[in-house]
């Protein structure tokens, strides 16, 4: 949550010296893509940027930097915050890099700052020159951060201008563009006021002003130093000694310092001086936020004194034209701050814990951590991130939550044990599709709180022996069930690095092992913990052994379990897995609905966007067997577009497959070879194609397409298949190898291969290959004659994939699937074996197969009757509404974008309109249709011909 005053230049205080000289200079800066600022506090950079930013014409981004921004995900959200004041960019540039930033499992920083720099150098067309001015960045000591401005200099657009400010030199490389003239540097030597500025300056303040003689002794003797001049008038105001005290002063900060406490505070009334001691502690103020740690009766009175502040010089800067925001001076607030601890010492902690409660009112949750933490209130800032944990992790800041429980004292560590864990856990599902740099730095925090722990819990062992020894009793400090379970947490966490390591280096031997082991420890009584065996569960049975059709059963419990929990990414990660293992078992409907029901999820989620292609993978293939093309295609494009701006290679590799898949049953070959062209160039960039095996079958699929059998022929003269269990790849190719046969007319040979691996092929565990291996068992017997036991194949495969819906299955097999299907019509088959409506099944995958052969209309492939409807559950439980639905153009609109599982957003963008405009169509489908969600709706509206 930014404060706006942190996104503007500061209001230009009443004493202010047009230093020319200065401002000129920084005119002249704009020819290097950086400007540096450097000295240490009070010489006058913040003003005198303020200056130099309120009389400028061109565009001017603001941002002044906090203690809370050394967060990789605040810092950059934060800049980009301030980059949309410019008014020459649109509102909402950088609107997914946030939304990335802000995600669970981020992409690596370089992406997304890529995407950021190339919407800044199209947006607008011909863009105005644009100055970015980051002050006080000398809080930034996080390296993650310090990379990523390095990596934003190196490709800074040209009408783009950095402008930094800090105390100390930024751990950037000055040297490398000071070497090429690319760095402006402005320091302390040039920063100080001159004789002419120093007499303007305190004229300002002082009555009578300073002869010449004591102006250059008092110049001398500060070296110009403002933030000394300022302190030295505020304490000479009342003196008649002033050449006297001139000559006894030094130039030292700690020196001039002791003055506020000795001169300045010291004159004023105790309510002042108590106030102003008492909001020392807060970075930014208000009204509110005073009246919360100085307990004032009312806000107006916090604000009167403010104001009072204010007029009085007392190093108040305010932040607005209004007067309402403000910040102290930062040598100012050091000096209350030195004198509170030494005067007051018992009252800190009582402050901070005001402002803890107050920030925690307001659900501000960082800046309550942050000063429960500074008041040694380690129970409340434990409590709180308790609380919070998931809401940190959903927008990218488990890394901050990590390192505030790393602050935590050994007593609170011991009472809140399980909170170390957890922010564990959150942080290792942080480890998505990130870089081996990202995940071997969280795994290293992972380590260190793990770490914590252990010694905690060893701590605890030695000392329930020693009570046993000397008391007779076992009584520790930790329970043994506990003691138990957190043991049993920290093995299962070293597992999941375990097995992130060992997915990332393909080996699936370790990979088993760690597997085994995590199914051992998946005891908790704790839904997220579940979650980290769940999911490596999934890759080995999906991923690997190709069997993830196995997983439903418990999936669906898992579901169950995660629906009662509240997680938003439990319940999505679940029903995203459910949604991929359904397709594996045949159940398209389960599959689509399920995936709707992540989406929407995810919608829920704001920084959840980048995992929605992954999401979305399930759809394509429901929607493929279904037939309907085009919504494919469509999302695949969205998927592919999406994955390449991210560089989620693995994601842009499964997204080029199936566009070729959809490519070659939509019959478009130069779409299909130039897709191909594309996944080769991918594979070979990556390095390691970690799905090599598509190129050569892709490949085969599109020479067959082309009717050139002999290349396909040769292709599979290369491939054998073992008698033992296969590889997945195999589970690929084998069905383009009978379509090879099938096209030789080797009936014989296609009909003794499918039986010789009919153990391989006819397996429960995945119902996707059962299917196409019952369809081509079907082909082959019927051409070689066998019509009896064809008839009995098709019996069983139509049972199977008549309720769900499936085309795709049939059509990819061609004309050879048409002739086998055309027995079932004729007189003497056994068509009065079958049910109506499996014979209607037949006549329209028919219809649908003349649909697909060259000169026919494919925009009448899709099969409305087949497309998926509403339960009988769901149809008894939604309220009838007319018989005739009538919607206007644009509620058509949206219900066709709401059945391709686009979010609002998406659907916005799509019709360029509101975001509450879309909500408002959503609510309307949702009445005319008598639906309670998105998913009924869209179920309903196929049901009704509607979509």
């Avoid at 930094?164 to 760095?183: E, F, I, K, W």
């Avoid at 199977?800 to 097999?813: I, N, S």
Wanted: proline residues 5%; contains cysteine; aromatic residues 6%.
């Amino acid at each position: 949550m930014l404060l706006s005053s942190r996104l503007a230049p500061p209001r230009l205080p009443n004493a202010l010296v047009e230093r020319e000289r200065l401002l000129t200079a920084l005119d002249e800066a704009l020819s290097t893509p950086l400007t540096l600022l450097s000295a240490s506090a009070g010489w006058g950079k913040t003003t005198l940027l303020s200056v130099w930013a309120h009389r400028q014409k061109m565009q001017v981004a603001w941002l002044e930097l906090s203690e809370l921004d050394n967060s990789p995900t605040r810092f950059w959200v934060a800049l980009i915050a301030a980059l949309r004041r410019c008014p020459d960019l649109p509102a909402n540039v950088g609107e997914n890099v946030v939304a990335q930033l802000q995600s669970p499992q981020p992409p690596p920083l370089s992406s997304c700052l890529t995407v950021l720099l190339h919407e800044l150098e199209r947006e607008p067309p011909h863009p105005a020159p644009i100055v970015l001015i980051v002050d006080d960045y000398q809080v930034i000591e996080e390296s993650v951060i310090h990379q990523g401005m390095a990596f934003l200099l190196e490709h800074l657009p040209a009408h783009l201008h950095l402008i930094l400010s800090s105390r100390v030199d930024p751990d950037l490389p000055l040297a490398r563009l000071r070497a090429h003239g690319q760095l402006t540097e402005i320091r302390a030597d040039e920063l100080r006021f001159q004789e002419g500025e120093a007499s303007q300056f305190l004229h300002k303040m002082l009555s009578p002003p300073l002869s010449e003689e004591e102006l250059q002794l008092l110049v001398s003797r500060t070296e110009g130093w403002i933030a000394g001049l300022h302190l030295v008038a505020l304490t000479m105001q009342k003196r008649e000694d002033r050449t006297a005290y001139i000559e006894t002063l030094t130039g030292s900060q700690r020196y001039l310092l002791d003055y506020v406490q000795e001169d300045i505070l010291a004159r004023l009334s105790p309510d002042t001086r108590d106030f102003l001691l008492h909001i020392a502690i807060l970075s930014r103020l208000d009204a509110a936020v005073c009246q919360a740690v100085t307990a004032a009766p009312t806000k107006a009175a916090s604000q009167h004194m403010l104001v009072l502040l204010e007029r009085a010089n007392l190093f108040l800067v305010p932040l607005d034209e209004e007067r309402r925001t403000y910040r102290l001076h930062d040598l100012f607030r050091e000096a209350l701050l030195a004198t509170l601890h030494t005067t007051q010492p018992e009252l800190e902690p009582v402050l901070h814990h005001r402002v803890a409660r107050f920030y925690e009112a307001q659900e501000q949750w960082a800046e309550a951590i942050t000063h429960a933490l500074a008041g040694a209130d380690f129970s409340t800032a434990a409590r709180l991130m308790e609380q919070t944990v998931e809401q940190f992790w959903l927008r990218g800041e488990a890394a901050t939550m990590a390192r505030w429980v790393l602050a935590l004292p050994e007593q609170t560590v011991r009472e809140h044990t399980p909170l170390l864990l957890t922010i564990a856990l959150y942080l290792l599902h942080t480890v998505g599709q990130t870089t081996e740099v990202q995940r071997a730095r969280v795994h290293q925090q992972v380590r260190q709180i793990m770490a914590r722990v252990e010694s905690i819990l060893q701590r605890s062992v030695a000392g329930t022996a020693h009570l046993t020894a000397t008391t007779g009793t076992g009584a520790g400090t930790v329970s043994l069930p506990e003691e138990a379970r957190l043991y049993r947490r920290l093995r299962l966490l070293r597992a999941g690095m375990g097995g992130h390591e060992a997915i990332a280096a393909l080996d699936f031997e370790r990979l088993n092992a760690l597997h085994q082991e995590m199914q051992e420890l998946d005891q908790d009584e704790e839904v997220i913990w579940h979650i980290l065996p769940l999911a490596f569960n999934f890759i080995l049975h999906y991923r690997v052994w190709g069997e993830g059709a196995r997983l439903v059963p418990q999936l669906l419990s898992a579901k169950e379990q995660v629906s009662l929990s509240g997680s938003l990414f439990a319940n999505a990660r679940v029903r995203q897995w459910l949604a991929l293992a359904a397709v594996e078992a045949g159940q398209l409907r389960l599959a689509y609905q399920e995936s709707l029901a992540a989406l929407e999820l995810i919608e829920q989620m704001a920084g959840y966007a980048l995992l929605k292609g992954y999401f979305q993978t399930a759809q394509v293939e429901v929607l493929y067997q279904w037939n309907r093309l085009e919504e494919a295609r469509g999302r695949l494009q969205t998927i592919i577009q999406d994955a390449a701006t991210w560089q989620q290679s693995d994601l842009l590799t499964m997204g080029y497959i199936a566009l070729m898949k959809v490519e070659l049953a939509s019959g478009d070959l130069s779409a299909v070879e130039l897709s191909l062209h594309e996944f080769e160039l991918l594979e070979e960039h990556r390095g390691y194609g970690g799905n090599w095996r598509w190129l050569p079958v892709i490949r085969a699929r599109w020479w067959l397409a082309q009717g050139q059998v002999r290349e396909a022929s040769a292709w599979t003269t290369g491939l054998i298949f073992p008698e033992a269990a296969w590889e997945a790849s195999l589970y690929d190719a084998f069905p383009v190898v009978m379509r090879v046969y099938f096209a030789e007319l080797r009936w014989t040979e296609a009909l003794e291969l499918l039986e010789r691996f009919s153990g391989n092929l006819g397996r429960s565990a995945n119902s996707r290959i059962t299917f196409t291996y019952l369809a081509q068992y079907m082909v082959a017997l019927h051409h070689a004659g066998q019509n009896e036991q064809a008839h009995e194949v098709a019996a069983r495969l139509f049972a199977l994939t008549e309720p769900e819906g499936y085309l795709r299955v049939y059509l990819d097999e061609g004309e050879p699937m048409r002739q086998a299907l055309e027995a079932f019509l004729f007189p003497h088959s056994h068509q009065h074996d079958l049910a109506a409506s499996t014979m209607a099944y037949i006549s329209q995958l028919l219809a649908a197969i003349a649909q697909e052969q060259p000169g026919a209309n494919r925009s009448l492939v899709a099969t409305p009757a087949l497309a998926p409807g509403p339960s009988s559950a769901q149809q008894e439980s939604v309220s009838p509404s007319a018989p005739g639905v009538s919607l206007t153009q644009r509620e058509q609109d949206v219900l066709r974008l709401l059945g391709t599982g686009a979010s609002n957003q998406d659907i916005a963008r799509t019709l360029v309109i509101e975001l509450p405009t879309v909500k408002k169509h959503v609510s309307n489908l949702l009445g005319k249709l008598g639906a309670t969600s998105r998913t009924q709706a869209v179920a309903l509206a196929r049901a009704r011909s509607l979509l």
